[in-house]
């Protein structure tokens, strides 16, 4: 248990729906990071907050995503009218204490049809 | 451009046999180097990690060797066993508290 949950665990939808996806540590943690991963490949940085300030952006978050993470705890990540190429596993990670190490949620599988 | 290039994509060892996974990295910046363990349908876990001031670490049958000068890192899994059966994955950051950057991962399998 890496102390991250996420939640759906799976979500199948239709191009052009919208889609919400949340992330809980169980605790407290400073650093909250999105990844996105599509089958075959490594995870791909998306985003990340330290407490509710969203310090950096990937290229790949496109203006149809957006996250927040209102009080410094759970965080979500929102996709706006959603894409084929959206299908992936989007990972959230949290880092602890003073060490650099991320620990990985078990991810949202989405699936655009 | 990829920051971080992982070899081999797949790899097949029989059981007791040593399993060795290699990565690459260019940014010299780069200052921590942490390896994930995946299984399908599951988030990445962390196996073991390490900085550049020493060439070597190693936490059970899990070593990681370093080579600065090439800008090369390894892992090295002793006694491979069919539960390390996985995708493994390769990363680097900088500076503290950074986002990583993954390899394209290597999937293992050991044969019992």
């Known amino acids: 248990d890496t102390g991250v949950s996420q939640d759906p665990r799976h979500k199948i939808t239709k191009r052009g729906q919208n889609v919400t996806f949340r992330c809980d540590p169980i605790s407290e943690h400073n650093r909250l990071y999105w990844y996105r991963q599509t089958l075959g490949q490594g995870p791909e940085f998306l985003t990340y907050?330290?407490?509710?300030?969203?310090?950096?952006k990937s290229r790949l978050l496109s203006d149809r995503f957006s996250a927040e993470r209102p009080k410094g705890s759970f965080s979500t990540l929102e996709i706006q009218r959603t894409e084929q190429g959206d299908s992936a596993m989007y990972l959230c990670?949290?880092?602890?204490?003073?060490?650099?190490?991320?620990?990985f949620g078990p991810g949202t599988r989405l699936t655009v049809l | 451009q990829q920051q971080v290039k992982q070899s081999p994509q797949s790899l097949i060892v029989q059981k007791g046999g040593i399993s060795i996974i290699n990565c690459a990295y260019e940014n010299t910046a780069f200052d921590y180097f942490p390896w994930y363990q995946q299984f399908p349908g599951k988030g990445p876990a962390l196996l073991i990690a390490?900085?550049?001031?020493?060439s070597e670490k190693k936490e059970g049958r899990f070593t990681i060797s370093f080579n600065k000068s090439a800008k090369q890192f390894s892992l090295h899994i002793m006694d491979s066993q069919p539960g390390d059966s996985a995708t493994y994955f390769c990363?680097?950051?900088?500076?503290?508290?950074?986002?990583?950057?993954f390899g394209s991962g290597t999937k293992l399998n050991v044969k019992p």
């Open positions: 390490i900085r550049p001031d020493v």
């Open positions: 907050f330290q407490n509710e300030a969203q310090l950096e």
């Open positions: 990670a949290i880092t602890s204490g003073g060490a650099n190490e991320q620990f």
């Open positions: 990363a680097a950051s900088k500076d503290n508290f950074n986002k990583f950057y």
